[in-house]
């Protein structure tokens, strides 16, 4: 099983991308997935998650900014991201997990087992 991102790219500033991550080998709406962010010289951050259920968590930096959606019959999970700032820049991370997890919890790296490679996002100032 494995998870595959897509979709990064340059972007001016206030503009839109749109990040996939489809799933390999197993089905996106048995888990959840996440988005996390690294930024040059920066710790990786969680940015978004969906969980099973349908439940979306967001970072406080991106909410009302980025949206993340799932197509089950894709296996794939969206990450809308609108309104782009310079900040906003970093490689993207897919990453996926089949356990459960509770509350806040959906932020922590250690909770994920499958990862991507990572897709880069550039924002032009």
């Known amino acids: 099983a494995r998870v595959k991102e897509s979709g990064g790219g340059l972007v001016r500033n206030g503009g839109s991308l749109r990040l996939a991550c489809e799933a390999y080998?197993?089905?996106?709406?048995?888990?959840?997935i996440a988005w996390f962010r690294q930024a040059p010289g920066k710790e990786r951050e969680a940015i978004s998650c969906?969980?099973?259920?349908?439940?979306?968590y967001y970072a406080d930096s991106v909410q009302g900014r980025f949206s993340i959606t799932r197509d089950n019959d894709a296996s794939t999970v969206y990450l809308q991201m609108n309104s782009l700032e310079p900040d906003d820049a970093g490689t993207y991370y897919c990453?996926?997990?089949?356990?459960?997890?509770?509350?806040?919890?959906?932020?922590?790296?250690?909770?994920?087992?499958?990862w991507g490679q990572g897709t880069q996002v550039t924002v032009s100032s």
């Open positions: 990453a996926a997990t089949l356990l459960r997890f509770h509350g806040d919890r959906w932020s922590k790296q250690d909770e994920y087992y499958y």
């Open positions: 080998g197993f089905r996106a709406e048995l888990s959840a």
């Open positions: 969906i969980d099973s259920p349908g439940n979306t």
